[in-house]
């Protein structure tokens, strides 16, 4: 059994994992192989951290990978394209790197239809899972 602990977005309580180093701590202090990340990207965002580095940091623990968009002032859940991510260089990397899944979290069935169709149109490969 895996474990994967993700990363909680801005809000008003504290919450356990915020950045690349929190969740890295986090895991090397679990120290087990079993115990990984999910990092859910909207959430990242919502800090304004750099998402391309909080990837690289955490690349190596990574289970599964969380998408949705925002504008970075709170967790939105919006489809992909509709907020302000840049997910062309992060699709990158994960397309590069990363053969676990990619989990689409959008509200609504025309909310993952058209996260799909950005996907295609940025030349980002479609969820694998």
Do not use: W
């Not at 474990?3 to 929190?22: H, T, W, Y």
């Not at 990619?102 to 980002?124: D, F, H, P």
């Amino acid at each position: 059994m895996t474990l994967a602990l993700e990363n909680k977005a801005r809000g008003r309580d504290r919450g356990l994992i915020q950045s690349p180093e929190e969740h890295l701590n986090l895991i090397e202090a679990v120290g087990s192989p079993n115990c990984r990340i999910a990092l859910d990207v909207g959430h990242a965002y919502t800090f304004g951290l750099d998402l391309r580095e909080y990837l690289q940091k955490v690349l190596p623990y990574l289970a599964e990978v969380h998408l949705h968009d925002n504008d970075g002032s709170e967790d939105q859940h919006r489809p992909l394209g509709e907020g302000t991510i840049p997910f062309g260089p992060l699709l990158s990397i994960l397309n590069e790197r990363f053969p676990g899944p990619l989990i689409l979290e959008m509200m609504t069935m025309e909310g993952l239809e058209q996260s799909l169709s950005y996907l295609k149109l940025i030349g980002g490969d479609a969820p694998r899972s």
